[in-house]
């Protein structure tokens, strides 16, 4: 029984807690796009991720939103004294109306002003870290709003779901068709 606690105790000390790097902090939002500006050291080269245009009509319907991705690649690098590679940190701009909400854009159009839509940013991480067992997958994500950033223009701050704090970010790369 003592071997047992003593081998469960020995576990979980063992155990490593892995946080989730913060790529929010390394940033910014404009007017044209995300801008990551490479100061993570899991992923230290700069990415820059333009919103997509968006074609509308004049009543204030749309085919479809676009979304837009980018993704960087480092093949190897060392941290830490820990060799990792295939190192991928993708960025997604996607609109925070979903696909199947569609057919409502033209309700929500005028109540966002009839010049722009909102959009929400993801970023994505994996790469292989090597360990005394072989190479060892990691992957992590979270979203880019405006609650995560610091200092994103005003004109940039998107009340998408209209509850009187921002959810979003204006994309106003709208072109009325």
């Not at 009509?57 to 676009?66: C, I, M, R, V, Y």
Request: proline residues 8%; glycine residues 8%.
């Amino acid at each position: 029984m003592r071997l047992m606690i003593f081998s469960m105790v020995f576990l979980l000390a063992s155990v490593q807690e892995i946080s989730p790097p913060d790529f929010c902090a390394s940033m910014q939002v404009e007017k044209a796009g995300i801008y990551y500006d490479g100061g993570n050291e899991l992923f230290p080269a700069p990415l820059f991720l333009l919103f997509p245009r968006i074609y509308i009509d004049a009543d204030g319907g749309a085919d479809s939103l676009p979304k837009s991705s980018v993704e960087g690649r480092i093949p190897y690098a060392k941290f830490h004294g820990i060799l990792h590679r295939q190192i991928v940190l993708a960025i997604n701009i996607r609109p925070y109306l979903y696909d199947h909400l569609l057919p409502y854009l033209p309700h929500y159009w005028e109540g966002w002003g009839g010049e722009r839509i909102p959009y929400i940013g993801e970023w994505q991480l994996s790469y292989e870290e090597e360990t005394t067992s072989g190479w060892e997958k990691k992957e992590f994500s979270g979203v880019i709003t405006p609650a995560c950033l610091s200092a994103v223009p005003d004109e940039l701050l998107a009340d998408a779901d209209f509850n009187g704090s921002p959810s979003a970010f204006w994309n106003y790369e709208v072109v009325t068709r």
